[in-house]
């Protein structure tokens, strides 16, 4: 896919091959930047064809004392170690 800037050119959309896309939607089949096909462990393709990470927070309670690895990482919120009381659980969230 293309677009029109404001002199009227046609210019591409882009998409780089970088940490969490593995793979470009075709040029052809592009309808906005940064769009991909395939995304890198630890990455979720959004209903837009982006790449974002699967996130995870640290802190008391049943946060996360340690999140696992971006790349390991197949959902939000999975944890490496709880904290003191809680338990990894099967999901790898701490309850």
């Known amino acids: 896919g293309f677009y029109r800037n404001a002199k009227f050119q046609c210019i591409p959309y882009s998409c780089q091959v970088d940490e969490g896309c593995s793979e470009c939607v ?13 995304c890198r462990p630890g990455y979720v393709k959004t209903s837009d064809n ?32 709880c904290n003191d009381g809680y338990d990894l659980n099967s999901a790898e969230t701490c309850g």
Do not use: I, W
């Open 26 to 38: 075709s040029q052809s089949l592009r309808t906005a930047d940064g769009q991909c096909a395939e």
């Open 50 to 81: 982006l790449c974002e990470p699967f996130t995870c927070l640290t802190g008391e309670g049943a946060a996360c004392k340690t999140c696992r690895p971006q790349g390991n990482r197949t959902a939000h919120g999975q944890c490496l170690d």
